[in-house]
């Protein structure tokens, strides 16, 4: 085999090569865009952020229920502690856990907050009864200013996340557009490669 047949094959499988993983990256980066549309819809900061509200609203109906306000009955505050349990769930799964759990701060404050609901459940079927209302109120006050620090917390992982996986998506851009250069460079080289001398048709005299 002559030298030159030998390089169009080595163009050749450089090509495929270059080709195939072309196709990878342009799949990964339709991936990554993908999952950034994603953590767009569902945003990390909108859940911890709902939870420091749902349990500000707690507060303020056991508040006003212990006040005696007008409309605000045991069903109220029950209903408040369901939506506050429905928010603890949501903190303690997905994305959201993943993001809480970059903070050892996080991670306990989402604890303490499922052990006070745990401990004020029972409180609230009795809530009618003197000094009961207080109690919750005394139990739920520490945790607010932790869970807001809880949201600024994941407010700023998230938006590392969010700038990392941009990097990250720039760098699979500039990668598949030299790879994309690369194949053009070779496919320019094979085709003008010139053909081997020997299977050239001999000119007669």
């Known amino acids: 085999m002559s030298l030159l047949s030998k390089i ?7 090509i495929a090569v270059f080709a195939v993983a072309a196709i990878y990256i342009s799949l990964t980066i339709v991936e990554r865009q993908n999952l950034l549309r994603e953590a767009s819809r569902y ?24 006040a005696g306000a007008n409309g605000v009955d045991k069903d109220e505050v029950q209903l408040r502690f369901d939506i506050m349990s429905n928010r603890l769930t949501i903190l303690r799964r997905g994305i959201v856990a993943a993001a809480i759990g970059q903070d050892l701060e996080g991670v306990k404050t989402v604890q303490a907050l499922a052990e006070v609901l ?19 109120i005394i139990s739920l006050a520490p945790l607010e200013d932790r869970l807001k620090r809880l949201t600024a917390g994941v407010n700023q992982f998230n938006a590392e ?30 085709i003008g490669n010139p053909a081997d001398p020997k299977s050239r048709p001999r000119q007669s005299a």
């Open 8 to 14: 169009r094959i080595a163009l050749a499988l450089t």
């Open 43 to 66: 945003n990390v900061v909108w859940a911890a952020s709902q939870a420091v509200t749902e349990f500000i609203l707690l507060e303020q109906r056991v508040a006003a229920f212990a």
């Open 118 to 136: 745990t401990e004020i459940r029972p409180l609230l079927t009795t809530l009618d009864k003197p000094g009961v209302a207080d109690q919750v």
């Open 161 to 190: 996340q969010v700038g990392n996986d941009h990097e990250a998506l720039a760098v699979l851009h500039r990668t598949f557009s030299s790879l994309a250069a690369g194949l053009v460079l070779c496919g320019l080289a094979f």
